[in-house]
C-alpha cells in the first residue's frame, strides 16, 4: 500500500532538509523544529556569507598584487563619468567664484566615495556574490547624487546628502565584512568609521536644517574626512598595487574623455567654421599632452615604487601619492574642460576672469599634482613642470589683455613644449623606465 499522505510529506521534508545540508546535526535541528521553508532560509543565508568570505582577498597570497582590475570596476565607475560631467554643467552654467568653490567641494566628496570603494576593491573582490548587488546597489546611489548635482547646494541639497550618507555607509559595511577574514582589518576601519560617519551627517544635517550656509557644513566635513585619513595611520590597511594604480589610472583617463566630451559639448550648435575647429583641435592637444606627462613615465615608475613596498609603508604611499596627490590632478582636468568649453563660444572675445582662471589654473593644478605625486614616489623635482607653472600663471595675468583662442593657443604651445623638452632632455632616464620592468626612480 502506498504512503498516508501525512507520513510521505514528512519523509519528503526529512530528505530536503538531508539534502541540503553537509552535517547531520544541522539537518536533525531543522528538521525538529519543522519547516523546509526555514531550511532554505538558512541555506539562503549561509551561501550568502560564503559568497560573501569568498571574495576576500587572501593577504597571505604572495602574488594578489597582479591582481587585474576588472571589467565590473570599470562599469561601476562609468557613474562617476557623468557625475564629473554634471560638475562641468554646473560650474558652466553661471561661471563665478562661488560655483567654482561649489566645483570643488563637490569632486572632492565624489572623490572620497570613488577612493573609499578603490581600497574596497584591491582589499576583496567586490566582483562576486552578495557583494557585487551591493555594489550595483552603490551605484544608484552615486547615480542619484550625480542627477541632483546642478542643484546640490539647491533644491535637491537633501537629495545629493541622502544619496552621498547611503553610498559611504554602504561602504564601511562592507569593509566591516571584509574585516571579519582579514587579520587587522578591523581596527582600521574602526578607525576611520567615525569620521566616514560624522561627514556625511554633516552634510546632511546642513542641507535639511537650513542653518548657515551650506557650503560651511561641507568645508567642516571634508576637511574632517581628509585630515581623518591624513592622522589615522594606515597599519592593517591592504593594497594589491597593480591593481590599486591601475584603477588610479583609469579614472584619470575618465577624467581625460570627460574634457573631451566638454569639447563637443561646447562645440555642439556652432558653426563649423575655422573658428570651432582649431580651438577643439588645441584643446585635444593639451588632453593628449596631459595623458603623456602621466602616463609615459609618471605612472609606470611610481606603479612600481608601489609594488617594491610592503606593509604599511605601502599602504602610506597609496594613501599620500593617490588617494591625496590624484585630486588635485583630477580637479584640474575638470576644470581645464570647462576652460575649453568656454573658450570655443567666445574665440573671438575675451574670456572672463573665471573661465580664463578655470582653463590656466586648472593646468597649474595638474601641474603640482604630478610634481608633488613623482617627489612623494621617489622622484626628483620636475623643474620643466615648475617652469610650466610659472608660465601658466602669467597666461591668467595676461588673460584679459588676449582673447579666447590665443590664450588657449599659448596654453596649448606651453605644453606642446613641455612634452618636447622632457622627452629628448630625460631621455636616458626615460628609456631605462619604459624599458625595464622593474625600473622607477632612483
Not at 13 to 19: A, D, G, I, N, P
Not at 284 to 312: C, H, K, P, Q
Not at 416 to 430: G, I, K, N, P
Request: charged content about 15%; overall charge negative.
Amino acid at each position: 500500500m502506498g504512503l498516508e499522505p501525512v507520513l510521505f510529506r514528512e519523509r519528503v521534508h526529512r530528505l530536503t532538509v538531508y539534502t541540503l545540508f553537509e552535517d547531520t546535526s544541522s539537518a536533525e535541528s531543522i528538521s525538529t523544529r519543522g519547516g523546509t521553508r526555514m531550511a532554505f532560509r538558512h541555506v539562503l543565508k549561509r551561501t550568502m556569507n560564503k559568497s560573501v568570505e569568498e571574495s576576500v582577498v587572501d593577504a597571505d597570497v604572495p602574488d594578489s598584487g597582479d591582481r587585474s582590475v576588472k571589467p565590473f570596476e570599470l562599469f561601476f565607475d562609468l557613474v562617476f563619468v557623468y557625475a564629473f560631467t554634471q560638475v562641468t554643467q554646473l560650474i558652466a552654467g553661471e561661471p563665478s567664484w562661488a560655483r567654482l568653490g561649489q566645483g570643488v567641494l563637490l569632486l572632492a566628496a565624489l572623490w572620497l566615495v570613488w577612493q573609499f570603494y578603490v581600497w574596497l576593491g584591491t582589499t576583496i573582490d567586490i566582483d562576486e556574490g552578495a557583494l557585487r548587488l551591493a555594489v550595483l546597489a552603490v551605484m544608484g546611489g552615486v547615480l542619484t547624487a550625480a542627477l541632483a548635482v546642478p542643484n546640490a547646494f539647491g533644491d535637491s541639497a537633501v537629495l545629493f546628502a541622502v544619496a552621498y550618507a547611503f553610498v559611504r555607509l554602504m561602504g564601511l559595511v562592507l569593509f566591516g565584512i571584509a574585516a571579519r577574514n582579514i587579520d587587522d582589518l578591523l581596527p582600521a576601519v574602526l578607525r576611520v568609521a567615525p569620521s566616514a560617519t560624522v561627514g556625511p551627517i554633516l552634510i546632511l544635517a546642513g542641507a535639511v536644517s537650513g542653518v548657515g550656509p551650506l557650503e560651511a557644513w561641507w568645508v567642516t566635513a571634508l576637511l574632517l574626512e581628509y585630515g581623518a585619513m591624513q592622522v589615522m595611520g594606515m597599519s592593517g590597511w591592504r593594497v594589491s598595487p597593480s591593481h590599486f594604480s591601475e584603477r588610479y589610472g583609469l579614472i584619470f583617463i575618465i577624467a581625460l574623455g570627460e574634457a573631451v566630451i566638454s569639447i563637443g559639448v561646447g562645440a555642439s550648435g556652432l558653426a563649423l567654421d575655422d573658428g570651432v575647429v582649431i580651438p577643439s583641435l588645441l584643446g585635444l592637444g593639451v588632453i593628449v599632452a596631459m595623458w603623456w606627462t602621466y602616463f609615459d613615465v609618471n605612472a609606470l615608475a611610481a606603479g612600481r615604487r608601489l609594488t617594491s613596498m610592503s606593509g604599511e609603508r605601502q599602504s602610506t604611499l597609496a594613501r599620500d601619492a593617490y588617494s591625496y596627490l590624484h585630486l588635485p590632478m583630477i580637479i584640474g582636468i575638470i576644470f581645464f574642460s570647462l576652460g575649453v568649453k568656454k573658450t570655443l563660444a567666445h574665440t573671438d572675445d575675451i574670456l572672463d576672469i573665471v573661465p580664463a582662471v578655470a582653463l590656466c589654473g586648472g593646468l597649474v593644478l595638474y601641474l603640482l599634482g604630478q610634481v608633488a605625486f613623482r617627489m612623494r614616489c621617489g622622484g626628483s623635482l620636475a623643474k620643466p613642470r615648475v617652469v610650466a607653472v610659472l608660465v601658466l600663471v602669467a597666461l591668467i595675468g595676461v588673460s584679459g589683455l588676449i582673447n579666447a583662442l590665443a590664450l588657449l593657443s599659448a596654453v596649448g604651445l606651453s605644453f606642446v613644449l613641455l612634452v618636447a623638452y622632457e622627452t629628448v632632455a630625460e631621455r636616458e632616464s626615460r628609456q631605462h623606465i619604459r624599458s625595464d620592468a622593474e625600473a622607477s626612480w632612483s
